[in-house]
């Protein structure tokens, strides 16, 4: 039985069809439909139901589809246990922030694939939460607060961040100086999350209120220069507004803790070696690279 077979059976069923399978995979839909082919006739029955939607698997595509999940994941242990030390192989799928993946990742991304020639890696760029075991990630590389999950994560490095607003706000509506007075203020944010602050040791949420939302880092601070009202940002994104005058920090007295960067992926025992290295890189660039995130060397 075809190791690749198998999952391409398993990218189908878990797509729920041949075009979005073969987008994911990186082949031909003429490719997908042949591999589901060779497999049905090689079992005797059939796995998937095509239909005008898409697929769906019949009652013997679900019981085999568990098996052959097991199956690859197997055979992906044992592929990278017999390889020459440090060598990978086959295809990672990332997911990673819009907001520093082109910028700030993808350098770290570009080297992996040069170091590791047989490695194919597939990354997609998005602000939105994305959810890796639906959509068929390895892994994502995420920043600023994770939410409680079952997902498996590995912090990489520290994100910080400031409260800031432009010269042209404060003149007009004043800089606050306390969590209540922040409330009063118009805040640039993502959408109707609340925003966290030191006051000694201790964290104080308040929930901010805006009339401009982005789920960007960088479309806030663009609308933070113009004016638009306060934001919770990140240093990398606001070091230059703030040399060049265009943003000044606000609430210096209660700055917000910091946050992290991390590689988080799918529940299991053991992670791939291809994250562990992907993990390991990224921490060698927080380390080598803390300007890149705004953070004194």
Not at 116 to 138: C, K, M, N, W
Not at 141 to 160: C, E, F, T, W
Not at 260 to 285: M, S
Request: charge should be neutral; include cysteine; aromatic fraction near 6%.
């Amino acid at each position: 039985m075809d190791i690749e077979e198998l999952e391409t059976f398993v990218t189908v069923a878990d797509t729920g069809g041949v075009t979005a399978a073969a987008r994911r995979l990186g082949v031909s839909k003429s490719i997908v439909s042949r591999r589901l082919f060779r497999l049905e006739a090689e079992l005797g029955v059939q796995l998937i139901a095509r239909t005008t939607r898409g697929a769906a698997l019949t009652e013997a595509g679900a019981t085999f589809r568990d098996h052959a999940v097991r199956a690859s994941a197997e055979i992906d242990t044992a592929r990278e246990t017999i390889l020459p030390a440090g060598e990978l192989r086959g295809r990672l799928r990332i997911t990673a922030p819009l907001t520093f993946g082109p910028t700030h990742f993808a350098p770290v991304l570009a080297e992996l694939a040069k170091r590791h020639p047989q490695l194919h890696i597939h990354t997609s760029y998005s602000d939105r939460y994305v959810d890796l075991i639906a959509e068929g990630y390895d892994c994502a590389i995420r920043v600023g607060y994770l939410q409680d999950s079952n997902l498996m994560a590995k912090r990489v490095g520290p994100i910080h961040g400031k409260f800031v607003a432009s010269p042209d706000y404060i003149r007009k509506h004043g800089a606050p100086e306390t969590p209540e007075e922040l409330v009063s203020h118009q805040a640039v944010m993502q959408g109707t999350e609340s925003w966290q602050m030191m006051d000694g040791d201790k964290v104080v949420a308040v929930q901010p209120q805006g009339r401009f939302k982005a789920d960007n880092a960088v479309a806030l601070a663009a609308a933070a220069v113009a004016g638009l009202g306060i934001g919770w940002l990140p240093d990398c994104i606001t070091h230059d507004h703030i040399a060049a005058g265009a943003l000044v920090p606000v609430m210096t007295r209660y700055p917000p803790p910091p946050g992290g960067a991390y590689v988080v992926r799918p529940p299991g025992r053991h992670p791939a070696r291809k994250i562990r290295v992907l993990t390991d890189l990224l921490i060698e660039n927080f380390e080598q690279n803390p300007q890149l995130w705004g953070v004194k060397a």
